[in-house]
T-cell receptor, first 113, second 110 residues
Framework: DTAVSQTPKYLVTQMGNDKSIKCEQN?????MYWYKQDSKKFLKIMFS???????INETVPNRFSPKSPDKAHLNLHINSLELGDSAVYFC????????????FGPGTRLTVL | GENVEQHPSTLSVQEGDSAVIKCTYS??????FPWYKQELGKRPQLIID?????GEKKDQRIAVTLNKTAKHFSLHITETQPEDSAVYFC?????????FGTGTRLTIIP
């Protein structure tokens, strides 16, 4: 199923580089999210957008910049990558924010060397 | 922010037995409580959810109970099977977002 898709699936890069992860949903949802899942499997929200407007920025370093060109897309750009950025990044979407089912993308495993 | 505690962190259950995972929270304004299952290397997937106007919901071998007064909700899996092995996350709504529990790694022993 490709309701929420992300590219790339794997990303290996050197410290200091800049990289982007793309997310698209074809569910017609209004709200999209980025989550970070660390090695201990903790799922933490980073950002949410509702109809291209930023709703949540959960004290994420400003090296992380989300961009939503339209409500079906939410991309994540990361500048000056650090070792601690290594994690799995999940995109998700929901019809509306807060009290609604979220559907997750397949994840992007980012490894910073 | 919202705080949700999930227990246990790991759980091993003999195939065919039941498994129970519990989450407690502090924000009484929360009104949506989903449970997600994440298999190894896969995305979290919703398996069941409950809203605050009901106390229990069942879907085949899976059930969720909610006690709003005591601020806890639990996932019950009966007649466990090997394919139930995964990490399970509770979550709850509040402040325009879902806050996830720390996860329970469930292992079904054949």
């Amino acid at each position: 199923d490709t309701a929420v898709s992300q590219t790339p699936k794997y990303l290996v890069t050197q410290m200091g580089n800049d990289k982007s992860i793309k997310c698209e949903q074809n569910l017609g949802h209004d709200t999209m999210y980025w989550y970070k899942q660390d090695s201990k499997k903790f799922l933490k929200i980073m950002f949410s957008y509702n109809n291209k407007e930023l709703i949540i920025n959960e004290t994420v370093p400003n090296r992380f910049s989300p961009k939503s060109p339209d409500k079906a897309h939410l991309n994540l750009h990361i500048n000056s990558l650090e070792l601690g950025d290594s994690a799995v990044y999940f995109c998700a979407s929901s019809q509306d924010y807060a009290s609604d089912t979220q559907y997750f993308g397949p994840g992007t495993r980012l490894t910073v060397l | 922010g919202e705080n949700v505690e999930q227990h246990p962190s790991t759980l091993s259950v003999q195939e065919g037995d039941s498994a129970v995972i519990k989450c407690t929270y502090s924000d009484s304004a929360s009104n949506y409580f989903p449970w997600y299952k994440q298999e190894l290397g896969k995305r979290p997937q919703l398996i069941i959810d409950i809203r605050s106007n009901v106390g229990e919901k069942k879907d085949q071998r899976i059930a969720v109970t909610l006690n709003k007064t005591a601020k806890h909700f639990s996932l019950h899996i009966t007649e466990t099977q090997p394919e139930d092995s995964a990490v399970y996350f509770c979550a709850l709504s509040g402040n325009e977002k879902l806050t996830f529990g720390t996860g329970t790694r469930l292992t079904i022993i054949p």
